[in-house]
């Protein structure tokens, strides 16, 4: 899968980074001098911190595997049988991931807004259709998204995925999470071999 534009954590310090990224100050606490973003996540993981860290890996991965990442998430919280509005999304956000097209992208929103954009699957939709384009109807002047809209949906989507049932199984849901996320910037080598 090709890379999307974004500008990786080293392009800016790690502490503007994490104020873009709109931390707690928990979070903003936790950052030392020598820590690089791997170090960082995982001092968030140490002080369980997991919606900081689902939210530093939503602004440092590129868009379209941020998305990719929000909808592993959410297709492993929707369970064997999803609802079918729900399904729709999450078929919606991966035919986009698969051809980001307009047309694709499109179609991601209206799926959003069946499934409803507090459920795990209808935010994925939406961080796709908020990923470039225009938000406004195709026929009209272009309306860019915001740098960071994309970032904010995928969020929601992986935090909601992973608060979602049961509570009591927040924190391993999280976990995993946020190691699925880590396994793509490895794979990615967003952040080299620090």
């Known amino acids: 899968m090709a890379t999307s534009a974004q500008a990786p954590v080293a392009a800016r310090t790690m502490a503007e980074f994490i104020d873009l ?12 001098p ?3 973003p791997r170090q960082y996540v995982q001092a968030l993981l140490d002080q369980k911190l997991y919606p900081d860290a689902v939210r530093f890996l939503a602004h440092a991965l590129p868009k379209r595997e941020g998305i990719w990442w929000a909808w592993v998430c959410a297709r492993r919280a929707s369970s064997d049988a999803p609802a ?12 986009w991931i698969t051809q980001p097209t307009d047309e694709n992208r499109r179609a991601a929103m209206r799926a959003a807004e069946a499934a409803g954009l507090a459920t795990p699957a209808g935010c994925t939709a939406l961080a796709a259709f908020v990923s470039g384009g225009s938000l406004g109807p195709a026929d009209t ?10 970032a904010k949906a995928i969020t929601g989507a992986v935090v ?9 199984k927040a924190p391993e849901r999280f976990q995993g999470f946020i190691a699925q996320g ?8 967003l952040w ?3």
Do not use: C, I, W, Y
Not at 141 to 150: A, R, S, Y
Not at 161 to 166: K, L, R, S
């Open 84 to 95: 079918p509005l729900e399904m729709t999304a999450l078929d919606a956000t991966e035919k």
């Open 192 to 194: 080299g071999s620090q």
């Open 160 to 168: 909601s995925a992973a608060v979602g049932g049961d509570a009591a």
């Open 182 to 189: 880590l396994d793509v910037v490895n794979r990615l080598q």
């Open 141 to 150: 002047p272009p309306v860019p998204p915001g740098e960071f809209l994309t």
């Open 21 to 32: 990224a709109g931390l707690g100050d928990d979070a903003k606490a936790a950052l030392a």
């Open 34 to 36: 020598a820590h690089g």
